[in-house]
């Protein structure tokens, strides 16, 4: 390794020596090329666990041959998802057809709410899909998704508890080889082949993506211990899809925690931006830019790509962007917000909707009321004013003048969805809402913002170490004025090949 900088020696000396091994990868600190250079110093048989399965494709190319690179689905595929090919192929059901043949016929009433056999339906499918996603051996009612409208506690024991028998009777029906009520998706048989606790064969294993990982994944990777040695690297300062269930599985590990902390993608000023972003998340680890990439911080008029923080978001940079003749497109298209429209649409005409997230509501007022007064519902509130403001039909027209990337002059996109992408200039969306104020006042009798949640944190430095060239921090730039941008420069800098927890 004759251009390995001292962090990749020191991760390949830990890899040589057998030990277990804990890798922090900073945004843009070659973590595929510090694996690939780590399997080719040694002949054992390897596997690499890939994320989705394009990363598994280009890590083919750079892996050596010793290094089977394939997705966890990959590998539950050819133990036993192949043997459930004709009910893959099947075609789709909708899910009041599948809940109906598991015997849900009748309407309920919870509460205040009105549940409809299609929403009972789609919640005993959700219940699966979530167990498919935990290491849990069987269903319970902690796999019954939240319906807003029904968060207290009580209401959601009452829903579990009619739910759940339906759940593991579709759960039951998705062991079936041949045919069955349920529609069999790639998730269904990754949970059937992690409960058979299978042995992986290889000398060592390496999980990419770790600070995101199911843990379904996570206890098929770590139940491999016994006979290989376990690499997993990632960000942990990424992790930022817990909320549909996945899990940093880095910081808890037991093995030598190791990091690489230099960016190639950006320069030192960029590299101090995702400092203070690291520090208030109080992120493991902090990161130095190449003096050879001159990355600047300033305004844009004319970014490569523009970073929301809520979908709404995202359709009203479209939007403006369309309104001034720019060919545009969306990471991820179209269909969730043209979804989200049409249920708008039905909600406003007075009809109930089948959207997952505002299936409760029966009219627009009663989720404009939610969105305004309910803290369960703030994260609707830029739908409602985006609906509001530019009514369903000019969302819905602004979709459909959506082009592919690669024709584009501007690409839009939340940060959840810009994880793992990189423009040249990248804006900053002006949906990054600041934290609400505190009851504390200052010396000047101002009101003391509130704390920054580490989640929130950890969004924005996936969004600001998005660019190579030039970043407009935009919809961040309160974090000039919060007291969290004190942070001492100590904070701010610290950077260790070992990482401390």
Same mark, same amino acid.
């Given at each position: 390794m004759p251009n390995a900088t001292d962090e990749q020696t020191a991760a390949a000396d830990a890899f040589r020596a057998g030990e277990h091994l804990v890798l922090q990868a900073g945004a843009g600190t070659g973590k595929t090329t510090t694996l690939a250079l780590l399997a080719s110093t040694t002949r054992r048989r390897g596997r690499y666990l890939a994320y989705n399965r394009a990363i598994a494709q280009d890590a083919r190319s750079r892996f050596p041959s010793t290094v089977t690179c394939k997705t966890a689905h990959a590998l539950a595929y050819a133990a036993v998802g192949h043997r459930y090919t004709r009910r893959l192929n099947a075609p789709r059901r909708p899910a009041w057809q599948a809940g109906h043949a598991l015997g849900i016929t009748k309407a309920i009433r919870i509460g205040d709410r009105d549940l409809s056999q299609k929403t009972l339906s789609n919640a005993a499918l959700r219940t699966v899909a979530s167990f498919c996603h935990t290491a849990d051996a069987a269903i319970t009612r902690y796999h019954v998704p939240h319906l807003r409208g029904l968060e207290d506690h009580a209401l959601h024991a009452q829903l579990a508890a009619h739910i759940v028998p339906f759940a593991r009777k579709a759960w039951t029906d998705l062991q079936h080889f041949d045919d069955g009520a349920v529609r069999f998706d790639h998730d269904h048989y990754l949970k059937i082949w992690a409960l058979t606790q299978p042995r992986i064969a290889a000398d060592f294993l390496l999980l990419d993506e770790a600070q995101d990982t199911n843990p379904v994944v996570e206890q098929i990777f770590l139940n491999q211990r016994g006979h290989a040695q376990l690499v997993i690297v990632g960000d942990s300062a990424q992790a930022i899809y817990h909320w549909r269930g996945a899990k940093d599985v880095m910081t808890a590990f037991d093995g030598t925690q190791l990091a690489l902390s230099r960016s190639f993608r950006f320069g030192p000023r960029l590299a101090e931006e995702a400092n203070r972003w690291l520090a208030i998340a109080d992120a493991? $680890?902090?990161?130095?830019?190449?003096?050879?990439?001159?990355?600047?911080? !300033? /305004?844009?008029?004319?970014? *490569?790509?523009?970073?929301?923080?809520?979908?709404? !978001?995202?359709?009203?940079?479209?939007?403006?962007?369309?309104?001034?003749?720019?060919? @545009?497109?969306?990471? !991820?298209?179209?269909?969730?917000?043209?979804?989200?429209?049409?249920?708008?649409? *039905?909600?406003?005409?007075?009809?109930?909707?089948?959207?997952?997230?505002?299936?409760?509501?029966?009219?627009?007022?009663?989720?404009?009321?939610?969105?305004?007064?309910?803290?369960?519902?703030?994260?609707?509130?830029?739908?409602?004013?985006?609906?509001?403001?530019?009514?369903?039909?000019?969302?819905?027209?602004?979709?459909?003048?959506?082009?592919?990337?690669?024709?584009?002059?501007?690409?839009? +996109?939340?940060?959840?969805?810009?994880?793992?992408?990189?423009?040249?200039?990248?804006?900053?969306?002006?949906?990054? $809402?600041?934290?609400?104020? +505190?009851?504390?006042? *200052?010396?000047?009798? #101002?009101?003391? /913002?509130?704390?920054?949640? *580490?989640?929130?944190?950890?969004?924005?430095? @996936?969004?600001?170490?998005?660019? #190579?060239?030039?970043?407009?921090?935009?919809?961040? +730039?309160?974090?000039?004025?919060? /007291?969290?941008?004190?942070?001492?420069?100590?904070?701010?800098?610290?950077?260790? +090949?070992? @990482?401390?927890?």
């Amino acid at each position: 390794m004759p251009n390995a900088t001292d962090e990749q020696t020191a991760a390949a000396d830990a890899f040589r020596a057998g030990e277990h091994l804990v890798l922090q990868a900073g945004a843009g600190t070659g973590k595929t090329t510090t694996l690939a250079l780590l399997a080719s110093t040694t002949r054992r048989r390897g596997r690499y666990l890939a994320y989705n399965r394009a990363i598994a494709q280009d890590a083919r190319s750079r892996f050596p041959s010793t290094v089977t690179c394939k997705t966890a689905h990959a590998l539950a595929y050819a133990a036993v998802g192949h043997r459930y090919t004709r009910r893959l192929n099947a075609p789709r059901r909708p899910a009041w057809q599948a809940g109906h043949a598991l015997g849900i016929t009748k309407a309920i009433r919870i509460g205040d709410r009105d549940l409809s056999q299609k929403t009972l339906s789609n919640a005993a499918l959700r219940t699966v899909a979530s167990f498919c996603h935990t290491a849990d051996a069987a269903i319970t009612r902690y796999h019954v998704p939240h319906l807003r409208g029904l968060e207290d506690h009580a209401l959601h024991a009452q829903l579990a508890a009619h739910i759940v028998p339906f759940a593991r009777k579709a759960w039951t029906d998705l062991q079936h080889f041949d045919d069955g009520a349920v529609r069999f998706d790639h998730d269904h048989y990754l949970k059937i082949w992690a409960l058979t606790q299978p042995r992986i064969a290889a000398d060592f294993l390496l999980l990419d993506e770790a600070q995101d990982t199911n843990p379904v994944v996570e206890q098929i990777f770590l139940n491999q211990r016994g006979h290989a040695q376990l690499v997993i690297v990632g960000d942990s300062a990424q992790a930022i899809y817990h909320w549909r269930g996945a899990k940093d599985v880095m910081t808890a590990f037991d093995g030598t925690q190791l990091a690489l902390s230099r960016s190639f993608r950006f320069g030192p000023r960029l590299a101090e931006e995702a400092n203070r972003w690291l520090a208030i998340a109080d992120a493991p $680890i902090r990161l130095t830019g190449t003096e050879t990439v001159p990355t600047e911080l !300033g /305004p844009l008029t004319r970014p *490569d790509a523009v970073l929301c923080r809520t979908n709404a !978001g995202a359709m009203t940079q479209v939007m403006d962007l369309l309104a001034n003749r720019y060919r @545009v497109a969306l990471v !991820g298209g179209g269909d969730n917000l043209r979804a989200l429209a049409l249920a708008a649409y *039905d909600l406003k005409e007075g009809r109930r909707t089948t959207h997952p997230e505002l299936v409760l509501f029966s009219s627009w007022g009663e989720l404009q009321d939610y969105a305004a007064h309910d803290p369960a519902g703030r994260d609707l509130q830029p739908l409602v004013d985006l609906v509001d403001t530019h009514g369903t039909d000019a969302i819905l027209s602004a979709v459909a003048q959506l082009v592919p990337e690669q024709q584009a002059e501007v690409t839009v +996109s939340t940060a959840h969805r810009a994880k793992g992408r990189e423009w040249a200039r990248v804006r900053i969306a002006d949906d990054f $809402i600041p934290p609400k104020d +505190s009851d504390q006042l *200052d010396a000047t009798g #101002r009101a003391v /913002p509130g704390p920054i949640d *580490d989640g929130e944190a950890r969004l924005a430095y @996936v969004a600001v170490t998005r660019t #190579r060239q030039r970043l407009d921090i935009g919809g961040l +730039s309160w974090i000039e004025d919060h /007291p969290a941008a004190q942070l001492s420069l100590r904070q701010r800098t610290l950077t260790s +090949s070992r @990482v401390v927890y």
